[in-house]
């Protein structure tokens, strides 16, 4: 067998800066000379592509943000000829309108490169398998990782999401050595592998799970019930390509992001401001050679920090911390400000209760009301909800600052999803 030749390339620091240096230059030219709405944007701040000469210069930009994805929809930021489109993909968005983005043929090409080393970071071979499970078609999920592993040159089997039964016999099948699914779609093909007692005829041992926020909990879950040996977080958006923008490494010290194609920067989400190395804040992403739509200082409303310092690892692309949440997903319940993760980190200390939870807000006689419901593990006793459902209430008491009802339903009540998982119900007005 020919070997798996390298993707990542080790670029020093110094390195990484003159790329962005020249890719942030680029970037800015392009899209200031051939999208409308970004020329319209760069002259109302004041700045010409000759005014970006350093890194430094990235601060006197203005930032692109989902708004401007609605001027120009269909095909919104687009800064080439038509004729150099040769896809699109489509996210749903959280707000209304889908978020549709377009590529040229060296758009997919790079996206092509930045997956591979994905698949190289996990430490994949070519003669993995890779069961993908993850939607095709309008979003970018099964196309990236896909495109990726035949660059790469491991074996895809490509089957989507859903169809638990024939997810399972596939992979016993063809002994699928990787699963690329969301979190909750792994948990999903775990307990449904349990319930048949099938671990031992899966050759599974590595997924690479994304596109959603999991707990420690949850990884350890599917981790255990399908047999695997390691898991890695890849993250990514349709605004940036899609999946594969980072990925964890086999050190579990955070997520490189391949910083020769994107620059991250993390902002105080209310000044705008850079926040201290290693504070959480909202990451910013500017795009290095995108043709078709650019991104200028893209705020994607997600949450993270930079990890700084050098990996154990050895890869000299720097990391960030796993995505925490969405800034939007923010709840803000009796005046208090809550991220559904903070509900995922109380379950952390209970270890009879799943890893999943619903919180379901409404608005009762003018007062928010907040109802969470938990699951109990299979084999726990049922004797013990009650003191549990109280403890659990009064964790959340102490650590949120907010009071809620909470119910403990029956091993595996809880709606699952084979795609992104929807924590929140939100009944209020
Ligand atoms: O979810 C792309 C993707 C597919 C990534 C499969 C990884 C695996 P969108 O539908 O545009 O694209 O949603 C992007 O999903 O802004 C984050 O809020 C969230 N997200 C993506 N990856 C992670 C992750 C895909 N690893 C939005 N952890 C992003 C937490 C994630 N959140």
Redesign the pocket.
């Known amino acids: 067998m020919s070997k798996t030749p390298s993707f990542i390339p080790s670029l020093s620091a110094d390195e990484i800066a003159a790329r962005q240096t020249e890719g942030l230059i680029w970037t800015v030219r392009h899209a200031y000379e051939n999208s409308p709405h970004y020329r319209t944007k760069l002259d109302a701040a004041g700045v010409q592509p000759g005014d970006i000469r350093s890194l430094d210069d990235l601060a006197k930009l203005p930032f692109t943000s989902v708004e401007d994805l609605r001027d120009g929809y269909p095909l919104p930021l687009l800064s080439v000829p038509e004729e150099d489109v040769v896809r699109i993909h489509a996210?749903?968005g959280t707000t209304g309108k889908r978020?549709i983005l377009a590529y040229t043929q060296n758009d997919i090409d790079t996206w092509k490169e930045m997956f591979a080393r994905c698949y190289e970071l996990a430490g994949l071979t070519r003669l993995d398998r890779v069961q993908i499970s993850?939607g095709y078609g309008l979003?970018?999920?099964g196309a990236?990782?896909q495109l990726g592993c035949e660059r790469f040159g491991a074996m895809a089997v490509p089957v989507g999401p859903g169809n638990l039964e024939m997810q399972l016999a596939l992979a016993e099948d063809v002994q699928a050595t990787c699963l690329c699914s969301?979190a909750s779609m792994a948990l999903l093909m775990g307990e449904e592998a349990e319930k048949r007692g099938m671990v031992d005829r899966l050759a599974l041992k590595r997924c690479i799970?994304?596109?959603?926020?999991?707990s420690r909990k949850m990884r350890e879950s599917f981790t255990e019930k399908l047999g695997l040996e390691d898991s890695f977080?890849?993250?990514?958006?349709?605004?940036l390509y899609?999946?594969?923008s980072a990925l964890e490494c086999s050190a579990h010290e955070g997520?490189h992001y391949w910083a020769d194609i994107f620059i991250l920067e993390i902002v105080d989400p209310q000044t705008l401001q850079p926040v201290e190395p290693g504070d959480v804040g909202e990451m910013v992403v500017t795009t290095l050679k995108k043709e078709a739509a650019p991104l200028i200082r893209y705020r994607?409303?997600?949450l993270s920090r930079l990890l700084p310092g050098a990996c154990s690892c050895g890869v000299t692309m720097p990391r960030h911390a796993?995505?925490m949440?969405?800034s939007d997903d923010m709840i803000i319940y009796r005046g208090v400000n809550i991220y559904p993760g903070q509900i995922a980190d109380v379950l952390e200390q209970f270890p009879q209760l799943s890893s999943e939870y619903r919180i379901f807000l409404e608005r009762r006689e003018g007062r928010d009301t907040m109802a969470i419901k938990v699951e109990r593990k299979a084999g726990v006793d049922a004797a013990g909800d009650e003191e549990c459902a109280d403890r659990f209430a009064i964790t959340l008491r102490d650590k949120l600052l907010a009071r809620a009802s909470v119910e403990i339903l029956e091993p595996g009540e809880l709606p699952r999803s084979f795609a992104?998982s929807k924590r929140v119900v939100d009944d209020r007005d």
């Open positions: 996210s749903s978020k993850v979003w970018t999920a990236g990782f969301t799970f994304g596109a959603e926020t999991h977080d890849i993250a990514g958006l349709t605004e899609g999946p594969g997520l994607t409303r997600d796993p995505i949440g969405r992104k």
